[in-house]
């Protein structure tokens, strides 16, 4: 039953079960649950960090739709898309993830933390000023002692991250790592911004039919049309991959 619970693609191991199965997992386990998406994906022969933060979560799930599309064409399979919007709304509904001080979350800027709180608040949903950071811009290696320190004096039984793909992956890893306790370790990216109007705003009708991406296209073509654009080399990684971590491109050019 444990394996045809996961799926190991492109050499990650995605959790295949649904966002409620997600969430009581982190909730009985904690850890750290990424949520890689197409644009971050096609980096996995050139990111060797982000490969290693995949590689050490504890729970991945799978929410690019075109990874899920090409997957079950080539395996004829039927694993099934939760995407990290669909997460986030099942983590909100937990009361202890509700619970004032028992989440900290971790900002991209003041202006989305703004309209983040706001949207949390009309929720029924109150964070503490403590237990909102604002994350700095994490250049190379990420080191952050101020966020371990906060972390290690608060405590929190959840972290949510809502900084960018690529980066809140390797930042996961690095609490995860650095922390003397076990919290849960939501890296959710956008999917709070997609509720709050911090980005365009995704209804559940589309984020089930995976065209979240479309409605970023459409909402800002010169900030996602590239992005998006440039996930298809995914297609041509699964082809060539599918199951296996994708080498390196200095493998790739010494073969």
């Known amino acids: 039953m444990e394996n045809q619970l996961y799926r190991q693609i492109l050499g990650v191991r995605f959790f295949i079960g649904t966002a409620a199965q997600s969430v009581e997992q982190m909730k009985t386990s904690g850890g750290l649950l990424v949520v890689p998406a197409a644009p971050a994906l096609k980096d996995l022969p050139t990111h060797s960090a982000y490969r290693e933060a995949l590689e050490s979560a504890d729970l991945a799930i799978t929410d690019s739709a075109l990874m899920v599309l090409v997957w079950n064409l080539l395996h004829r399979d039927k694993i099934r898309r939760v995407s990290g919007l669909e997460y986030l709304r099942k983590l909100l509904e937990e009361p202890e993830v509700r619970l004032p001080g028992n989440t900290l979350w971790i900002m991209p800027t003041p202006a989305s933390a703004k309209l983040n709180l706001a949207w949390l608040r009309s929720q029924g949903i109150l964070v503490p000023e403590s237990h909102v950071y604002l994350a700095p811009m994490y250049h190379g290696e990420i080191d952050d002692p101020k966020l371990v320190a906060l972390l290690q004096e608060l405590r929190p039984k959840h972290i949510v991250v809502g ?9 996961g890893q690095y609490m995860k790592l650095a922390l003397d306790y076990r919290p849960a370790i939501h890296c959710i990216g956008a999917a709070i911004a997609f509720l709050s109007g ?45 199951d296996r971590m994708p080498e390196t491109d200095e493998k790739v050019r010494a073969a």
């Open 163 to 171: 900084v960018g793909g690529g980066t809140q992956e390797r930042l």
């Open 198 to 242: 911090d980005q365009v705003k995704i209804p559940v009708w589309a984020d089930k039919m995976g065209m979240g991406w479309l409605l970023r296209c459409l909402s800002s073509p010169q900030r996602y049309v590239p992005r998006y654009w440039a996930a298809r080399k995914l297609v041509g990684l699964m082809l060539r991959y599918r």
